[in-house]
Structures are given as structure tokens and as C-alpha cells.
């Protein structure tokens, strides 16, 4: 699994604001659960740094997030009931309002950049509110077992777009702690940040949107089928 | 004979005084309304000024057009937070060097562009600040100073 997220992750690092990282992990923490998902987010936190250097604060942010993450997700996976109702649109609805306050308000970003910005924070908030349609749609049917799929997705979606935006947080305070950069400096740290983070979140919540139904299939199947070595191992024993 | 000694050195002066505008003659081009100026150029630093400011053209569209003038080259890819430079002149950035950008320009209709906490760079007589942004997100300000350096990473 860390194999596969490394060479995602280095494949997609070519196409910017393109990444399947977070809905790769979150599928395989969700079905493989708490401790096999924090072994794969720690080697992939710390092999990761042989393809993209090694950077201290890169790889504290990537040990505290992907922890953080795959305790989450696995946690939610064991627990064996549906998420609440309530979780996935009130988080798409702050989302939403987050991007579109973004993209009206505006953020003190280089004067050259703003077109660009403005562009992405109204993706992300067209993107959230196709997702409340759509989880609404899904909530009136969800007696069919295949909309139940579609509203754990979109929840799981949800959840990762929120993830994908603490990321960002969480490095807007570890690298300026880090460097010991002034306050200002934070400050222009922080909003450069909006810059990657609009469109991390928009494919984050698409990809697990989209791949989390066929990903959990794969899992699934993974994880009920033997280790191949036990079986030799009995027929050896016979 | 002294007089014609005192001739070939006024000749000389003189034709090393003619010479001499021609000597401080620095490449320059015309982005939009911006008009700027290489300070200097070599293999590990170019150091570009800003004579006249467009805000709305960046310091990319400023090596743009003078890599297509022939005072420079560069290369890179685009990336989320803008085009990533990675060579200059040839020399191609590492696993242990990269072009960092430094300027003059602090900060612009509360933007911040560069701040002195992220690194500063000595030249001439002025201190750059290390840039916020890469090269195109830096807009070209009036009198603004550009130095595109071969740093060393984490030095």
C-alpha cells in the first residue's frame, strides 16, 4: 500500500493541484483499520523524503497529519454503523461558505494570482454544493443499498475535503514555527497557502467521491481472501 | 615628438570616453508598460531592475522576454503556487541547490512579497528579502530590485 501511494504521489506531483493520496489511504484505513493504517501513513510519511528530500518540517507535518488521518478513518471504519446524517452536509455547507467568503472577500495574495484564486475557491464551492444536491438526492432513496454507498462516499468526501484544508492549517503553523518566520511573514506564509489548498480540496473530495465505492471493493476482497504464505504453509504441514 | 605624445593620449581619453556609455549599456526590454534592466547575469545570479513598474506583469513575462531577446535563458514547470524555476543560464537546479528569488519589494496593496525572516541576500549597496512567491507571482514594481540566486538548500 505504501508502494502505490508513493508512486501516486510522485506521479500526480507533475499535475498540479491533482492528488489521490488522501482517497487511497482513507479507503484502505476505513476497511484495513486503525493500526495497519498508521504503519502505512508513517512509512509513506518517511519513504516519501527519499523522492522529495529530506525537509524536517515536511516530514513532522506528514507524521502528525497522516497519523492524525489514518487514526480517524480507521476509527470510523471500525466502528461498524453508518456516519451520522447530520456530519456530511453541515460540513459541505461550511466548506461552501468558506470557499465562496474566499472568492468574494478576496485574500491578500500576489495581485497576479487573485484571477487564479478567485477561480479555484469558486470550484471548490460549486464543487461542495453539487455534493449537498447530490447527498439530499441520495438521503430521500437511501433504502436502495447502492444510494447508502453513494451517501457513505459523500459523507467520507466530506470528511476528506476538511482534512485536505487542515493540511494546509496545520502547515501554516509548523513551518513558520519552524523557521522562525515574523509575524507578517506567517501572515503571507498563510494566505500563499490558499493558493495550493482550493484545489487540493476540490480533487480531494472528488477523488474520494468517485474512488471510494470501487477502492472499498478492491479492499474488501483484499482483506477477506488468506495470505497467500499461509496457505502453502498448510499444505506443507499435510 | 612631446606634442604628438600629448595628441595619442588626449585621442585615447577621448575614445575611451566615447566608449565609455557604451560600456554601461545594459540589456533591457519592455513587458507591457514595465521596462526593466539586467544588473547582471552569469551562471549562478542574475540581478534584474525594474526602471519602469506594471504591476500587472510579472517577473516571468520579464525573463520571458528577455530569454526571446538572447540576454538570458531559463527553464521550469508550472506548479500549484506558479511556474517553478529550475534552470538559468544553464545551470540546472539540484537535490542540494535551487534558484531562490530574492527582491527589494516588500509589500504591495497589503500583500505581502517578500519578508526578510524567510532570508536576505546582500547586493551592492541594497538588502533583498527572500520572495514569498516564485517568479510569477511577483509583479514588476517601479524601482524594485530582482535577484534570482543559486542558493544552497536549508543554508
Not at chain 1, 508513517?42 to 488521518?69: D, E, M, Q
Not at chain 1, 496545520?170 to 498563510?190: E, K, M, S
Not at chain 1, 480540496?201 to 467521491?209: G, K, L, P
Not at chain 2, 524567510?118 to 549597496?125: A, K, N
Request: with cysteine; proline share 4%; hydrophobic share 50%.
Amino acid at each position: 500500500m505504501c508502494a502505490v501511494l508513493l508512486v501516486a504521489q510522485f506521479v500526480l506531483s507533475f499535475v498540479p493541484g491533482v492528488e489521490l493520496v488522501t482517497a487511497l489511504l482513507l479507503a484502505f484505513c476505513y476497511l484495513f483499520g486503525i493500526r495497519c493504517g498508521m504503519l502505512t501513513a508513517t512509512a509513506f510519511s518517511l519513504l516519501r523524503c527519499f523522492i522529495f528530500g529530506f525537509y524536517p518540517n515536511v516530514i513532522v507535518l506528514y507524521l502528525v497529519y497522516f497519523n492524525a488521518f489514518a487514526l480517524f478513518f480507521g476509527w470510523l471504519g471500525g466502528r461498524g454503523r453508518p456516519i451520522a446524517a447530520w456530519v456530511c452536509p453541515v460540513l459541505l455547507a461550511v466548506l461552501a461558505g468558506g470557499a465562496a467568503a474566499a472568492a468574494i472577500a478576496g485574500l491578500p495574495v500576489s495581485a497576479l494570482y487573485v484571477p487564479r484564486l478567485k477561480g479555484a475557491a469558486w470550484a471548490l464551492f460549486f464543487v461542495m454544493c453539487a455534493l449537498l444536491v447530490l447527498y439530499f438526492v441520495l438521503l430521500a432513496g437511501r433504502q436502495k443499498g447502492v444510494l447508502r454507498q453513494g451517501m457513505e462516499a459523500a459523507a467520507l468526501a466530506s470528511l476528506a475535503a476538511l482534512f485536505t484544508v487542515c493540511f494546509t492549517l496545520l502547515d501554516d503553523v509548523i513551518t513558520p514555527l519552524f523557521y522562525g518566520y515574523t509575524r507578517d511573514a506567517a501572515l503571507g506564509y498563510f494566505y500563499a497557502g490558499f493558493l495550493a489548498m482550493l484545489p487540493q480540496t476540490v480533487s480531494a473530495a472528488v477523488s474520494v467521491f468517485v474512488l471510494f465505492p470501487v477502492l472499498a471493493r478492491i479492499f474488501g476482497g483484499a482483506r477477506k481472501s488468506p495470505p497467500s504464505n499461509v496457505g502453502r504453509m498448510d499444505k506443507d504441514m499435510v | 615628438m612631446k606634442g604628438n605624445i600629448w595628441k595619442i593620449i588626449g585621442a585615447g581619453a577621448a575614445a575611451l570616453l566615447c566608449m565609455a556609455p557604451l560600456a554601461a549599456c545594459r540589456p533591457s526590454a519592455d513587458i507591457g508598460n514595465a521596462r526593466v534592466e539586467i544588473r547582471s547575469s552569469d551562471e549562478t545570479c542574475v540581478v534584474i531592475e525594474v526602471l519602469a513598474g506594471d504591476n500587472t506583469k510579472s517577473l516571468y513575462d520579464a525573463l520571458s522576454v528577455l530569454q526571446k531577446d538572447g540576454n538570458l535563458t531559463f527553464g521550469g514547470s508550472e506548479s500549484q503556487y506558479g511556474f517553478y524555476l529550475t534552470s538559468l543560464n544553464g545551470t540546472e537546479a539540484t537535490d542540494e541547490y535551487y534558484w531562490a528569488v530574492y527582491t527589494t519589494l516588500e509589500s504591495l496593496d497589503e500583500t505581502v512579497y517578500s519578508s526578510a525572516s524567510f532570508g536576505t541576500l546582500e547586493y551592492e549597496d541594497k538588502t533583498l528579502a527572500l520572495a514569498s512567491y516564485g517568479v510569477s507571482g511577483l509583479p514588476l514594481a517601479e524601482g524594485e530590485l530582482y535577484a534570482i540566486v543559486w542558493t544552497e538548500i536549508d543554508a
